[in-house]
Structure formats: C-alpha cells, structure tokens
Antibody, heavy 120, light 107 residues
C-alpha cells in the first residue's frame, strides 16, 4: 500500500527555522513528483511547492508566498522529501501535507499531515 | 497566477440528492483540473484528475466534467459519508492553485 508519513512539525518562534520530512513507501519514489500542501487553521488548501521527478536535475517550484524562504529537497535513496522552512512567519502556521503526483496524475496520495505553529 | 473560484461556498442537501459544484479558473487550463474531498481533521482525498478521470477506488457516483475555464463536480446520489468540503485545483501552470472550497452539509 502507498503510504506517506510526515514528521518534524512543532512550535517555532517567528524568524526561526524548521525542517519537515516525508517518507514514502509502497511505490517507486524516484518516479514521482512530490508536492507539499498546507492548510492554515480553519482555512482552505494552499499549494506550497513541488520537487519534480526529473532524474537528471531535481528541479523545484514554489508558491510566491514561500519562495526564497522555503526549500524542497529529496533523497530518493531514503524515499524521502524535505521542506526546509526559514524565516518563518506567524502566517506559516498550518498543517503541512506531503503528497505524491504520478506524471499525468496529481496528488493522488497524501500523508496525514504535520502541524507547524509559529508563535512567540 | 491562475485564480480558482467555486460556487456555492456551501450547500445543504439531503441523502439521495444529486449535488453539483462549480469551479471556474481565471485562465484556460484545458483539462488540468482535479477535485479533492476533505473531512474534518483528515487529510484531503483525491477524487478526480484530468477533469473527469476517477482516482482508483473512487465510486462512480462522483463525476467531473468541463474544459477551458468552467468545470463541475457532480455527486449523483449523496450519501452520509459524502458530507465534507470539496476543493478544485488547477495544475496547468505553476504555482498550482486551489479553489476556496465548497462545504456540503446535511439538510
């Protein structure tokens, strides 16, 4: 079965940093695009970014709200994708989900999410 | 960025009702449109991709249609487990964007 498990969430002060991890199992991780999506308390879904599956160059895309502060990376040998979050703001408080996107499909499996709270 | 809108923002319906949710994009996205269902406290669940293709395991009471800028999600006969919030998402161009959601409640 396909599984995605996020970890690394917690409470951090404004201006701080946090790194989220997502481990996948039950599928060929290196073949998939991996996305991060977040949801602020009581709000809708917001796409954060993507790590493409391109084996030659691991390119990434970001939402404007996080570009320059967040970095997505991956380690296919560990079936893992990461979200490095720097210069955190209170408005980054959200549940962060990772999801996989098989080429031609979109975000067909999601993890359970990890809560990031940015507060002093 | 491509803006997504949904209507209605919420609706009340009874078990057995046919329900239709509309999603509109600010630009032509061809058929690069997905639908997700989310229940309180749970991760979103993918229902439909490429406008009308059901994800594996999704029951056929869900259907999607449209192209260009106007899309619909239809639930043919609403069941108790279908009461949730539904989101559309465009993935034609980066950054991908979601609609604001439609909450389907019990009448």
């Amino acid at each position: 079965d396909v599984q995605l498990v996020e970890s690394g969430g917690g409470l951090v002060q404004p201006g701080g940093s946090l790194r989220l991890s997502c481990v996948g199992s039950g599928f060929m991780f290196s073949d998939q695009h991996m996305d991060w999506v977040r949801q602020a308390p009581g709000k809708g879904l917001e796409w954060v970014g993507r790590s493409r599956n391109d084996p030659n160059r691991r390119t990434t895309e970001y939402a404007a709200s996080v570009r320059g502060r967040f970095t997505i990376s991956r380690d296919d040998s560990k079936n893992s994708v990461y979200l490095q979050m720097n210069s955190l703001k209170t408005e980054d408080t959200a549940v962060y989900y990772c999801s996989r996107s098989t080429p031609g499909n979109i975000e067909d499996y999601w993890g359970q999410g990890t809560l990031v709270a940015v507060s002093s | 960025d491509i803006q997504m809108t949904q209507s209605p923002s919420s609706l009340s319906a009874s078990v057995g009702d046919r329900v239709t949710i509309t999603c509109r994009s600010s630009q032509d996205i061809s058929n690069s449109l997905a639908w997700f269902q989310q229940k309180p406290g749970k991760a979103p669940k993918s229902l439909i991709y490429a406008t009308s293709s059901l994800q594996t395991g999704v029951p056929s009471k869900f259907s999607g249609s449209g192209s260009g800028t106007d899309f619909t999600l239809t639930i043919s006969s609403l069941q108790p487990e279908d009461f949730a919030t539904y989101y559309c998402q465009q993935y034609k161009s980066y950054p991908f964007t979601f609609g604001p959601g439609t909450k389907v409640e019990i009448k």
